[in-house]
């Protein structure tokens, strides 16, 4: 398969823990930040996303926490499992027609 | 099914030569972008498209044209003049080109040009 992140910072859980991913985002005039999952050789896919009046925001298995004093966003996943094995990206967006990307976060769950 | 779809999963060219990249969506979406991704960077913007007929450059338009002739197409090219075209290469589209919303994405092309 592809490698989207030869050098990407890493994360390894054990199957079943909890994971959290973080994710310093570059403005803080930001109001509009989305979580993407991408497996190896496929295009990002959605996960979660959350606006700047809210602080916490839950999903299926995963919570985003946004702290905007520090400029900090993280991605909660409850009870890992194999197939949460991914590269995990933070993007924002400050009133502009584009999302920045950061370079993201692999995962790796074993067993 | 509703989704994004971009053809070939992978693609081989010569040096000097130009190469098109397919990317149509059927989720009656006004904005698509196209983004390159290289190991151990993020995804950055090539080209944008929030209405049809009208589209602006990203952060590293050089070396690739577009076009939106079609609210569910948005083909990019890759010329010869882009010096590093080997990559791989994401195409997304949203309900509104505001920036505010989620991007659906394609399952990608992998270029190789040598």
């Known amino acids: 398969g592809e490698s989207v992140g030869l050098h990407l910072p890493t994360l390894s859980v054990q199957e079943g823990d909890n994971s959290i991913i973080n994710c310093a985002y570059s403005n803080s005039a930001s109001d509009y930040f989305i979580w993407y999952k991408q497996e190896s050789g496929k295009g990002p896919q959605f996960i979660i996303d959350?606006?700047?009046?809210?602080d916490k925001r839950q999903g299926q298995r995963v919570t985003v926490l946004l702290n905007k004093t520090v400029k900090h966003l993280s991605l909660q996943i409850a009870a890992t499992q194999p197939g949460d094995s991914a590269v995990y990206f933070c993007a924002e967006n400050w009133n502009t027609d584009k999302l920045i990307f950061g370079t993201g976060t692999r995962l790796q769950v074993f067993p | 099914d509703g989704g994004i779809t971009q053809s070939p999963k992978y693609l081989f060219r010569k040096e000097g030569q130009n190469v098109t990249l397919s990317c149509e969506q059927n989720?009656?979406?006004?904005?698509m972008y196209w983004y390159r991704q290289d190991p151990g960077q993020g995804l950055r913007l090539i080209y944008y498209?929030?209405?049809?007929?009208?589209?602006q450059k990203g952060d590293i338009a050089e070396g690739y044209s577009v076009s939106r002739e079609k609210k569910e197409s948005f083909p990019l090219t890759v010329t010869s003049a882009q010096k590093n075209p080997t990559a791989f290469y994401l195409c997304a589209s949203s309900i509104t080109g505001t920036g505010a919303y989620e991007q659906y994405f394609g399952p990608g092309t992998r270029l190789t040009v040598t």
């Open positions: 498209s929030q209405i049809v007929n009208d589209f």
């Open positions: 959350i606006r700047s009046n809210m």
């Open positions: 989720l009656n979406h006004d904005a």
